[in-house]
């Protein structure tokens, strides 16, 4: 056996190496296509995946052999991004097909979504991650209804740089006029969107003028390919600044030497030694070490997923947030979003969501509608309800504040989903754009009906995620201040009584208005009489929870636990009512 080839494997490893390390280090553009129906999206990228050399031998064969060939040629191109039955039978595309191939300067992650406005929710998806939109227009059409509504919801999603893709010249005769024309109708709506950067380049993805190789037909054209442009497009990067922002998804503690915080870097930078501040409970430390899988790190930066230690025992779980001291987020429970709404069940005022924020996740209304968006006028129009694809103006409370900024400084901060709390159903996706919490108070118009009207019960109800109740506990004035304080952090609105200070008597006449207030009421006091347990028993109805009849443990701790678990039903109650309206 030769042995020659052996002095010859450090340099081929050395080689291989350098080459990973290479392919490693490149950037990743992610971008999206959008436009209206048959502007061409899919032929598109299908054409790019060809010229550029990324697709499969197997894959391309198969295309070739299918029986379903809209276009002219040998190819049809869309087929290598449509892979639904439906998509393929319609000749439309329905869901987001993500495709990925890289060039020797950069690798690429394409989001080819839908055209049709019933789909206008899974092109929000697509575009929610991408650093560029392409947006196609057909050369024969111009600027339509949908190109406005997808060059909206890419303003909206904060993407920064937009190509606009004109296709189909070779149905127009590549003429220059049709180009510069299209181009000035699209730079007016960019204008009135504050789209800040575009480029117009006039394609045909079917014959594959200018989308890899420049064009013989369009002499008339000096700037760069399709290609070329996705590969020299500056990438947003975000400034490394003492806005740290480091959700916590996990707590890592694998025995008594070793507490770590997990999670993705949101944004900012941070070292060993650097100050934090933990939210919600405002306890201040210092990072220890950044531990990562290959090891310690010297710093940690977007989009990092590491483990962060403190110099200090603090308590963290999964939702709070590490920041930097010196440039803390918005803490709010009241703030204003954009929202892009995908259920076909309607959005409602008074509705309870579950809100997922970062790693976050809390109870949530809808207060009010400010407007929805006429993405076909741009207008803004009332609405009482959102159907599905609606993006509307929306004002927020949540049973517990979020760690946020604005989406515009800060996509990962500044976005959140609407989860239904029965189905776990994601319901819509929302950019949170102002605080109210220094609001301090609205005064509403005189035309509005709602201003005349008395605060209803009802309403409060709403207002607090929860029924009104009331809780009797004899002879334990410690299980009532432990469940009052237990329920209080569950973001109860509790008040908690002793019978010293408020006699049962008192109580009867008073509990009316802590009723229609939507309080839950703990009444600590000694051993009542039957006939008074009646009375109170009457007087909640449903609601009455007399801890004496119950079996519960003898530690305080277990009791409270038990009780929790009790009156958790209150919640589910008020969602219940507020579903049974509706319907």
């Known amino acids: 056996m030769s042995l020659a080839a052996k002095p010859e494997a450090p340099e081929m490893k050395d080689a291989f190496e350098s080459f990973m390390e290479q392919n490693l280090e490149k950037e990743l553009l992610r971008f999206t296509t959008a436009g209206s129906v048959d502007d061409g999206k899919s032929t598109l990228i299908g054409r790019l995946l060809h010229d550029s050399k990324s697709v499969f031998e197997d894959q391309?064969?198969?295309?070739?052999?299918?029986?379903?060939?809209?276009?002219?040629?040998?190819?049809?191109?869309?087929?290598?991004?449509?892979g639904l039955r439906a998509e393929r039978e319609q000749g439309i595309t329905i869901d987001v097909a993500y495709r990925y191939f890289e060039t020797p300067r950069r690798k690429f992650i394409i989001a080819d979504t839908p055209g049709h406005e019933q789909y206008t929710r899974n092109m929000a998806t697509g575009a929610s991650t991408a650093n560029l939109a392409v947006i196609l227009i057909d050369a024969t059409k111009g600027v339509l209804a949908q190109t406005r509504r997808h060059t909206y919801i890419a303003s909206l999603l904060g993407i920064p740089n937009v190509l606009v893709a004109i296709n189909k010249m070779d149905l127009v005769e590549y003429r220059e006029e049709v180009f510069l024309r299209l181009q000035k109708d699209f730079d007016a709506l960019a204008k009135q969107l504050a789209v800040p950067h575009v480029v117009a380049i006039?394609?045909?993805?079917?014959?594959?003028?200018?989308?890899?190789?420049?064009?013989?037909?369009?002499?008339?054209?000096?700037?760069?390919?399709?290609?070329?442009?996705?590969?020299?497009?500056?990438?947003?990067?975000?400034?490394p600044s003492d806005a740290v922002r480091f959700p916590v998804q996990y707590v890592i503690r694998p025995d008594q030497s070793f507490r770590g915080f997990a999670g993705q870097m949101a944004s900012g930078v941070i070292r060993p030694g650097d100050a934090v501040e933990s939210l919600p409970s405002g306890q201040k430390s210092r990072v220890r070490t950044i531990a990562t899988f290959d090891g310690d790190a010297p710093a940690a930066f977007p989009p990092m997923?590491?483990?962060?230690?403190?110099?200090?025992?603090?308590?963290?779980?999964?939702?709070?947030?590490?920041?930097?001291?010196?440039?803390?987020?918005?803490v709010s429970r009241h703030f204003e979003a954009m929202i892009v709404w995908f259920n076909p069940e309607p959005a409602e005022p008074g509705k309870s969501y579950l809100l997922k924020h970062t790693s976050r996740t809390v109870r949530a209304k809808a207060l009010k509608f400010r407007y929805r968006v006429n993405v076909n006028t741009l207008a803004q129009e009332s609405?009482?309800?959102?159907?599905?694809?609606?993006?509307?103006?929306?004002?927020?409370?949540?049973?517990?504040?979020?760690?946020?900024?604005?989406?515009?400084?800060?996509r990962i901060t500044g976005s959140f989903i609407l989860i239904d709390p029965i189905s776990n159903a994601t319901l819509g996706a929302g950019m949170i754009r102002a605080d109210l919490a220094d609001q301090t108070g609205v005064v509403p118009s005189a035309a509005d009906p709602v201003a005349h009207k008395p605060v209803a019960a009802e309403e409060r109800y709403k207002r607090h995620g929860h029924n009104p109740a009331l809780i009797l506990v004899e002879g334990n004035p410690s299980l009532a201040a432990r469940l009052e304080r237990a329920l209080f952090d569950g973001h109860f609105q509790v008040l908690q009584i002793s019978g010293d200070a408020v006699p049962a008597s008192a109580l009867e006449s008073q509990y009316a208005a802590f009723e229609s207030a939507g309080l839950v009421v703990i009444y600590s006091c000694e051993t009542l009489s039957p006939e008074t347990r009646r009375k109170f028993a009457a007087l909640a109805t449903d609601h009455f929870f007399d801890l004496s009849t119950l079996q519960l443990s003898a530690d305080d701790h277990e009791a409270v636990r038990e009780v929790l678990s009790l009156v958790q039903p209150l919640r589910a109650v008020a969602d219940r009512k507020d579903q049974n309206k509706n319907n």
């Open 383 to 410: 609405a009482d309800r959102l159907q599905m694809n609606d993006i509307a103006y929306v004002e927020f409370e949540t049973v517990s504040p979020l760690f946020f900024d604005p989406y515009t400084r800060n």
């Open 60 to 82: 391309l064969a198969a295309v070739k052999k299918s029986r379903i060939n809209r276009s002219s040629g040998a190819v049809d191109f869309s087929l290598l991004t449509d």
């Open 202 to 239: 006039p394609i045909s993805a079917l014959a594959g003028d200018n989308v890899v190789a420049r064009s013989a037909h369009t002499n008339w054209y000096h700037g760069p390919t399709f290609l070329e442009h996705l590969e020299t497009v500056p990438l947003r990067v975000e400034t």
């Open 305 to 330: 997923s590491v483990t962060v230690t403190l110099e200090d025992e603090i308590d963290l779980s999964r939702g709070d947030m590490l920041v930097s001291p010196a440039h803390p987020p918005r």
